[in-house]
């Protein structure tokens, strides 16, 4: 076969671009090869972050006290009911979080307390009862969630210990909702009747006689100045606080009792539940029962 001179000159540049010689591979780019992909999630949880800024400090700054209750809550009841729990009442702050933010508050981050739960401090008062309502009721509407979803992940992969945690999550947020001092039922009923505040101190202190426990007297203790703020004057800036539109007060009524009836029921089905898989309601050693 002829080839013309022409051709073989295009055959060989062919060839030469075809072929590269391997270049000397660096350490940065070595670097650059290993972290590329991590650069780039890097990138996309600091986009994610940027829209939702509040909940970088619930994981910095909670994050020291959160894992210290995980570990004396797994002590108690092992790892799996320590930690749905722990997480639960940091949905519960969340709520809390949440409504505070819409209406402009400043709040730190949850911090927790083992055997008191957790709280989230607000930097500045709410102007009004109907925002400190909105406030107190939405970590029990959000808690209530979590709690229902627990029940019903435990109903699907039919495990007790989620049912369990439904359980405990329905009485944790029940027990909040009681009327009295700086429990976020008495902070809700700001906005219906403040004299609610004495049936609640009434069950708090009937609780705390039948079930002894340092941490009820201790919220019997700081609802007194509450209490007590019942039969003094207010001030016209305090009667001005307490001002609350009828729509407001029905909202606010509807969604307090409706919650109190939706957990009773919550509970009761949870438990009715567990019993169908053979598990009661107290604890022993590192076992989860519910009673």
């Known amino acids: 076969?002829?080839?013309?001179?022409?051709?073989?000159?295009?055959?060989?540049?062919?060839?030469?671009e075809e072929y590269k010689p391997p270049t000397e591979e660096t350490a940065w780019s070595r670097i650059k090869k290993a972290f590329g992909p991590i650069a780039v999630v890097g990138v996309v949880i600091a986009k994610f972050l940027a829209k939702f800024k509040f909940v970088l400090p619930i994981l910095l700054k909670s994050g020291g006290t959160m894992l210290l209750m995980i570990w004396v809550y797994m002590e108690l009841w092992g790892w799996q009911f320590g930690v749905g729990f722990v997480l639960l009442l940091l949905v519960h702050e969340t709520g809390h979080l949440i409504v505070a933010k819409k209406f402009g508050l400043k709040v730190g981050a949850p911090v927790f307390i083992p055997f008191m739960g957790a709280f989230i401090a607000l930097k500045e008062a709410p102007r009004n009862a109907w925002m400190e309502a909105c406030v107190g009721i939405g970590g029990p509407l959000l808690g209530s969630v979590g709690a229902?979803?627990?029940?019903?992940m435990g109903e699907f992969f039919a495990a007790p210990i989620f049912i369990?945690?439904?359980?405990?999550?329905?009485?944790?947020?029940?027990?909040?909702?009681?009327?009295?001092?700086?429990?976020?039922?008495?902070?809700?009923?700001?906005?219906?009747?403040?004299?609610?505040?004495?049936?609640?101190?009434?069950?708090?202190?009937?609780?705390?006689?039948?079930?002894?426990?340092?941490?009820?007297?201790?919220i019997i203790l700081l609802s007194l100045p509450r209490i007590y703020s019942l039969f003094r004057k207010r001030t016209e800036e305090e009667q001005r606080y307490f001002e609350v539109t009828p729509s407001q007060r029905c909202i606010m009524s509807v969604l307090y009792f409706g919650l109190i009836a939706v957990l009773l029921f919550g509970m009761y089905v949870a438990q009715h539940d567990l019993n169908e898989h053979g598990v009661r309601s107290h604890g022993h050693g590192r076992d989860v029962i519910v009673q």
């Open 148 to 152: 229902l979803v627990c029940h019903a």
């Open 164 to 218: 369990a945690l439904g359980w405990f999550g329905y009485f944790l947020n029940l027990f909040n909702l009681t009327p009295v001092g700086m429990l976020d039922g008495g902070r809700i009923v700001t906005a219906l009747s403040r004299w609610l505040w004495l049936p609640g101190f009434a069950l708090l202190i009937w609780f705390g006689w039948k079930f002894p426990n340092f941490i009820i007297w201790l």
């Open 1 to 16: 076969m002829h080839i013309s001179k022409v051709q073989e000159v295009n055959v060989q540049s062919e060839k030469a």
